[in-house]
């Protein structure tokens, strides 16, 4: 199976900040990563799907980017409503797998 | 518009059979495009890939649950079944179907938690 290793497990940012999160596969996975955000007490909503493609109405202040084995998750300037679990999981191979999870939080 | 909506028993005992139901509108689970994935959630914790069901009726489940795991779908009631055996206390969690059209889950529903306990 391929295990997806997300960091850091939780961060604190200011309003406004730029956020950056890591997704490590174990084996290379081409660009099979998409990206989810789980706010409280929700169900997780899909934000970025083949590495790096944005799904229709998400804001242009996410953003994600890699390929192979290592990949980013960006919010360009961090807004409260941001506040969230986020999620990497690889397609490249089944079973599908996730990350375990970036809380971020408000400074 | 796409919904999904999971359906099945707020409390089992250990050793029951957990079966839950996610029925889908908006979408054709005949579609080649699309499959419908379960994912659970146990408390503070993080999401955890179940099983998926492709539209040619072939299925994939997670390594560890493998033995346990069932999935199933009645296109004509536009209904995806799961049903996991022995159920223990640390299958407590929320349950998710989420559809899968072509790579990602894209439409997930609202959950059901799921408590085993005697």
């Known amino acids: 199976d391929v295990q997806m290793t997300q960091s850091p497990s939780s961060l604190s940012a200011s309003v406004g900040d730029r956020v950056t999160i890591t997704c490590q596969a174990s084996q290379g996975i081409s660009n099979s990563l998409n990206w989810y955000q789980q706010k409280p007490g929700e169900a997780p909503n899909l934000l970025i799907y083949g590495a790096s493609n944005l799904k229709t109405g998400v804001p242009s202040r996410f953003r994600g980017s890699g390929s192979g084995t290592d990949f980013t998750f960006t919010i360009s300037s961090l807004q409260p409503e941001d506040i969230a679990t986020y999620y990497c999981?690889?397609?490249?191979?089944?079973?599908?797998?996730f990350g375990g999870g970036t809380k971020v939080e408000i400074k | 518009q796409v919904t999904l909506k999971e359906s099945g028993p707020v409390l089992v005992k250990p050793t029951e059979t957990l079966t839950l139901t996610c029925t889908v509108s908006g979408f054709s689970l005949s579609n080649a495009r699309m499959g419908v994935s379960w994912i659970r959630q146990p408390p503070g914790k993080a999401l955890e890939w179940l099983a998926h069901?492709?539209?040619?009726?072939?299925?994939s489940y997670t390594t560890s649950l493998k033995s346990r795991l069932t999935i199933s779908k009645d296109t004509s009631k536009s209904q995806v079944v799961l049903t996991m055996i022995n159920m223990d206390p640390v299958d407590t969690a929320t349950y998710y179907c989420?559809?899968?059209?072509?790579?990602?889950?894209?439409?997930w529903g609202q959950g059901t938690t799921v408590t085993v306990s005697s």
């Open positions: 999981q690889q397609f490249d191979d089944l079973p599908l797998t």
């Open positions: 989420a559809r899968n059209y072509l790579v990602a889950m894209d439409v």
């Open positions: 069901i492709f539209s040619n009726d072939e299925k």
